[in-house]
């Protein structure tokens, strides 16, 4: 019999590089990347009453509310291709409510990876992040800058990356997060989110690497 495949979250504040290392993660174990944040700023880029509705609420660096992010984010999750090659869960799970809409139908992580990262760090990080709305690369202007100047010049700014909004955002999730960390308790690992960006993905192989082996494991025997 074959192992089922690993399935991921990744939590951790605003900016503390959890998209980058989505990125990563995807290209090596071939997970599929559900990121709430951007599943959110698709609806509000084409534009639906959901996305307008999220838009008020991430404006004020709020939680945007269950009945929009619960079932967007489930829906995605029980499509064929995250059951059968693995999820990587980006900013989902955000409060109790919605870990006990994924406990309730059975479905939980393999593991848990919580970005650390100071808080003093993390406003530098929003300012300077810009994306490539070709790629969808994440860049940083002076930590990750972009390869060229076709590139360079056509990088955008998400509405809310400012200082102001950052701050808010942050305390949504402090507020937030503890009662993440008690249900998931016994597969939490914490990761050190403040070196290099190599230097966190070799942390986080290493974690997959070795999940990914006990599974397989446990099949074999
Ligand atoms: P979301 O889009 O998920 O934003 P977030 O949680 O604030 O996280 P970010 O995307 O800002 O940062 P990141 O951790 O991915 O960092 P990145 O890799 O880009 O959510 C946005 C909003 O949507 C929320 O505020 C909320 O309103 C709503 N929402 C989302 N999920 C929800 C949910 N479940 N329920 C309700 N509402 C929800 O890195 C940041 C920058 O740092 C980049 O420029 C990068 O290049 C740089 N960088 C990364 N790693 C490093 C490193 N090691 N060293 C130096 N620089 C680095």
């Known amino acids: 019999a074959k192992a089922d495949p690993l399935n991921v979250m990744i939590a951790g504040a605003p900016a503390s590089g959890k998209g980058t290392q989505c990125e990563l993660i995807k290209a090596k174990y071939g997970l599929v990347h559900i990121s709430a944040g951007d599943l959110l700023r698709a609806e509000i880029a084409t534009g639906t009453d959901n996305g307008k509705q999220a838009k008020e609420f991430m404006e004020k660096g709020q939680l945007v509310p269950d009945e929009i992010v619960v079932n967007m984010v489930k829906g995605r999750l029980l499509q064929p291709d995250a059951q059968e090659?693995?999820?990587?869960?980006?900013?989902?799970?955000?409060?109790?409510?919605?870990?006990?809409?994924?406990?309730?139908?059975?479905?939980?992580?393999?593991?848990?990876?919580?970005?650390?990262?100071?808080?003093?760090?993390?406003v530098e990080r929003v300012v300077g992040r810009r994306l490539d709305p070709e790629t969808g690369k994440i860049y940083h202007l002076k930590y990750s800058p972009p390869e060229n100047e076709e590139i360079a010049s056509r990088l955008t700014q998400r509405f809310d990356d400012t200082e102001e909004?950052?701050?808010?955002?942050?305390?949504?999730?402090?507020?937030?997060?503890?009662?993440?960390?008690?249900i998931y308790e016994d597969v939490i690992v914490k990761v050190n989110g403040n070196t290099t960006v190599e230097d966190v993905f070799g942390e986080i192989e290493k974690l997959l690497t070795s999940s990914l082996d006990k599974k397989t494991e446990m099949v074999a025997s």
Not at 99 to 110: C, F, N, S, V
Not at 111 to 118: G, S
């Open 85 to 122: 090659k693995g999820w990587l869960l980006d900013g989902y799970p955000r409060s109790y409510s919605q870990a006990m809409a994924l406990e309730t139908l059975g479905i939980r992580p393999d593991i848990f990876i919580l970005l650390d990262v100071p808080d003093e760090l993390l």
């Open 165 to 182: 909004k950052v701050k808010l955002r942050l305390q949504t999730h402090y507020q937030n997060i503890e009662s993440l960390v008690s």
